[in-house]
């Protein structure tokens, strides 16, 4: 089984995405179903530094309340460029995270389709930066809300 490949290089393509003027507070933003692998959870727990056996050990995991693997809370940031085009302005480079609140309700499991549900709730100017407070839904294949979060992003100019 082989990860569903998406584009990890923010400079790509740079010229593309959308800038502060396309950003339309309560407009919902372009987003794409992303298929969850083992291998893509596992590749993120190695990077992060991430070994326990819930997200490798089969065996183990089925001893657990939640009876297989599951991917790690914090998957929700590999998800956020997985499930969007490359054109987002969410994947700026240049773009500061001024903060961030999350909720988790389920954990993600590999083989789930994971939808999100995203826009900006806000912008605005503050001290000659630019400002977008944004919020951010992810679904799996079921409707059911794997976590939820609100941020606040700091825009290049």
């Known amino acids: 089984m082989s990860a569903q490949a998406f584009e990890t290089d923010f400079w790509k393509d740079a010229k ?17 179903p992303y298929t969850l692998t083992l291998e893509a959870i596992q590749k993120y727990c190695r990077s992060v530094g991430e070994n326990h056996p819930l997200y490798f050990d089969e065996d183990y995991a089925r001893t657990t309340p939640y009876g297989g ?13 997985a499930c ?4 987002d302005w969410m994947r700026s480079p240049g773009t500061v995270n001024a ?18 549900q995203a826009r900006a709730l806000d912008k605005f100017i503050k001290k ?25 992003t700091i825009r290049p100019m």
Not at 69 to 81: D, G, K, Q, R, Y
Not at 84 to 87: A, G, R, V
Not at 99 to 113: L, M
Request: charged share 20%; with cysteine; glycine share 8%.
């Open 16 to 32: 593309e995405r959308k800038i502060w003027d396309d950003i339309v507070p309560g407009e919902p933003r372009q987003t794409i």
């Open 69 to 81: 693997l599951i991917a790690p809370p914090s998957i929700h940031i590999l998800l956020m460029f």
């Open 84 to 87: 969007t085009p490359t054109d």
């Open 99 to 116: 903060g961030q609140s999350w909720s988790y309700n389920i954990p993600a499991r590999p083989g789930d389709t994971i939808t999100l």
């Open 128 to 152: 000659e930066r630019l400002f977008v407070i944004h919020d951010n839904v992810f679904f799996n294949q079921r409707g059911e809300v794997i976590c939820s979060g609100r941020g606040w």
